[in-house]
């Protein structure tokens, strides 16, 4: 995997396990004391999050990201 494209991987890990589980954007960003509009908008691929914020939504989500 080429460097940079490692952030898209994860958007969409975070999508599909806030679908799994049936918890809103709104909800994932309340529950990790995120900005919703900022979390939105990140994983629209629209701006980025800091890795502190990224991190806590993975923890949040059970999810554990590995690079291929």
Do not use: W
């Not at 599909?16 to 990140?42: H, V």
Request: net charge positive; charged share 25%; proline share 4%.
């Amino acid at each position: 995997m080429k460097n940079g494209t490692f952030v898209p991987v994860i958007r969409e890990a975070i999508k599909q396990r806030l679908q799994e589980l049936g918890i809103s954007q709104r909800q994932c960003a309340l529950d990790c004391a995120l900005d919703y509009i900022n979390f939105n908008k990140f994983l629209l691929g629209k701006r980025t999050l800091p890795l502190v914020q990224i991190e806590a939504v993975l923890k949040h989500l059970n999810l554990k990201i590995k690079p291929e």
